[in-house]
């Protein structure tokens, strides 16, 4: 095989190489993927506001406390609500960032995680 066909090969396996390494990287998360399933408007809040700290599986990204994938357990509605409103520690307040029913909503949706 010639020296050139040799690194033609090469950039072919390279390349094929890269491309299942993306596809892989566009996969559906965790096996469950349904930790954003909910109402339309109240997923779409979270994903504008919330996401960036408590992630796109509501695994947590910050810390320990930013886990929510089970905070209906722990937390009752009006304590999400007041969470949300008041903020607490480096979480910051969405009191004049959300609506009311942003806030409702999203708390609602929250407290059904257990």
Sequence with gaps: MSYARMIHTGMKLAAAAGVL???AGCGGGSAGGDALNGPTQVVAVYKA???SC????LQGRVGPNTNLQKVGA???NSDIIR??????????DF???LS?????????????KK
């Design 21 to 23: 390494l993306a596809l």
């Design 49 to 51: 506001n919330c996401v």
């Design 54 to 57: 408590h992630g796109s599986e």
């Design 74 to 76: 722990r937390m009752s």
């Design 83 to 92: 969470q949300i409103e008041q903020g607490e520690g480096s979480m910051p």
């Design 95 to 97: 009191k004049d960032r």
């Design 100 to 112: 009311a029913e942003e806030i409702a909503g999203l708390a609602e949706w929250l407290a059904g």
